[in-house]
């Protein structure tokens, strides 16, 4: 009865156990175990010591380790290096099909894990090989057009109606009148352009803008990992994109000084003070907005970027940050108390309490947690999720140096006019083909 009855909770409380293993089941073990974890984002970390301390309270028996290395680059080599030693750890990280294949010896099956069947497909395509998973994905995020509803209202645009190309165009039109005319500055004194565009990112153009017309182009991320090719059908569409944003940003009539113009100034000179409208970006920039102003915070919204008139671009991008990947070289006690210890971060309550509050992400997993409890941007992209609205974004499959030496710095000389957009695209696909051969 009482089985039945937590049951019945947990259906109404918004989640559901993912597994059946309990604390006083973990505390009867009298093996001693520890499990090493080797990870690179600097975001969670202190979340992750805090929780493993409580499961360590939980689990007498089990001791767990915590080493942190900033940035995927050099978290890589530090990996690299990690696994030729004699402490090699029994949970590191993964983030693309390039990472399965290059540590393909020491990933173990992940495939009957419980949390497989509960994950959005979209998230296990960049560590499915063979029909098999080898990451378990840590969380979610969603990337797009991100506008403050405020100024949207004020102008009378409903957001969350813009599906094609047109329809922002005209949108983006409509809030650059009613700047130019006067009619919003005594709502938003700040407000002097509709984009901001951060150039001096170079990695941004690969990242987002150029990622929304390459998954159009491949149909997953596994796809795009094994082209040599790249055809860039969308180039065009892109271009228009890319152009409605710089036309429509503060330095639109001087565009070389938009290489100059970086993440931070976006957000905390741009967005956060009202002094624009739209950003291309992702659900991230939440926590930064907030720091600086929780009114405007709570203003934002996110919708998919769309860049043609081809039906309705009703769908966001998602990635995954990064993926936990056990090494299938530990000893077995090592992987079955690894595998518990994941089991436990993603269960109803280290759902909610964890992956959301403590480490503020969005998790990754179907009919979880109850989304009227996420920031508006982590909302939206859930919601879209449960409808199965969203696609795998393509940028874990570019080429490593392709995504800044190449249409980074092309992108600039675009805006510099010392190169047309022809011969970016051209550049991008020789530089693709290139980039590739040398992985």
């Not at 909770?9 to 499990?35: H, W, Y």
């Not at 004020?154 to 650059?176: H, R, W």
């Not at 079955?336 to 992400?361: P, R």
Request: aromatic share 10%.
């Amino acid at each position: 009865f009482l089985l039945i009855f937590l049951f019945i909770i947990s259906i109404f409380s918004g989640c559901m156990p993912l597994n059946e293993d309990t604390s006083s089941e973990a505390n009867n073990q009298d093996e001693k175990v520890t499990i090493n974890i080797f990870q690179y984002n600097t975001d969670i970390a202190k979340g992750l010591r805090d929780v493993s301390k409580e499961y360590m309270n939980k689990h007498k028996n089990i001791k767990i380790n915590i080493e942190t290395v900033s940035g995927q680059d050099d978290y890589n080599m530090a990996l690299r290096t990690k696994m030729q030693s004699k402490n090699e750890p029994v949970i590191f990280n993964i983030h693309s099909p390039k990472d399965v294949e290059e540590w393909s010896s020491d990933l173990e099956d992940l495939s009957d894990q419980s949390w497989v069947d509960k994950s959005y497909p979209e998230t296990l395509t960049s560590v499915k090989s063979q029909n098999k998973i080898y990451g378990m994905p840590m969380a979610i995020e969603g990337f797009g057009l991100i506008y403050n509803k405020k100024i949207f209202d004020a102008c009378e645009i409903k957001g969350e109606q813009i599906s094609t190309f047109s329809e922002l165009k005209k949108a983006v039109k409509t809030i650059n009148d009613k700047i130019i005319d006067g009619s919003l500055n005594k709502n938003f004194p700040n407000l002097t352009a509709v984009f901001e565009f951060p150039a001096k990112e170079k990695d941004w153009f690969g990242l987002y803008a150029a990622d929304l017309a390459l998954s159009k182009e491949f149909s997953s991320p596994i796809d795009a990992y094994k082209s040599n090719k790249l055809e860039f059908r969308y180039a065009q569409n892109l271009k228009n994109l890319i152009d409605l944003q710089v036309d429509y940003s503060e330095s639109g009539k001087k565009r070389s000084k938009l290489n100059t113009v970086d993440y931070i100034h976006q957000l905390e000179k741009g967005m956060a003070i009202e002094r624009i409208a739209i950003i291309l970006q992702g659900d991230w920039i939440f926590q930064n907005i907030q720091l600086i102003d929780p009114n405007v915070a709570t203003n934002l919204r996110i919708i998919p970027a769309p860049i043609t008139d081809e039906g309705q671009e009703d769908s966001l991008p998602i990635g995954v940050p990064m993926y936990w990947a056990i090494n299938k070289n530990s000893k077995d006690a090592e992987k079955k108390a690894a595998k518990k210890f994941l089991d436990w971060l993603y269960t109803c309550n280290g759902e909610k309490d964890i992956i959301e509050e403590k480490f503020s992400l969005t998790p990754p997993f179907s009919k979880y947690v109850n989304i009227q409890s996420l920031n508006p941007l982590a909302k939206t992209i859930k919601e879209y999720a449960e409808k199965g609205k969203i696609f795998s974004c393509t940028s874990p499959s570019m080429p490593q140096n392709w995504i800044e030496d190449v249409v980074g710095t092309d992108l600039q000389n675009y805006l510099t006019e010392k190169e047309t957009w022809e011969k970016l695209i051209s550049n991008a696909k020789t530089g693709w083909q290139k980039n590739k051969k040398d992985e």
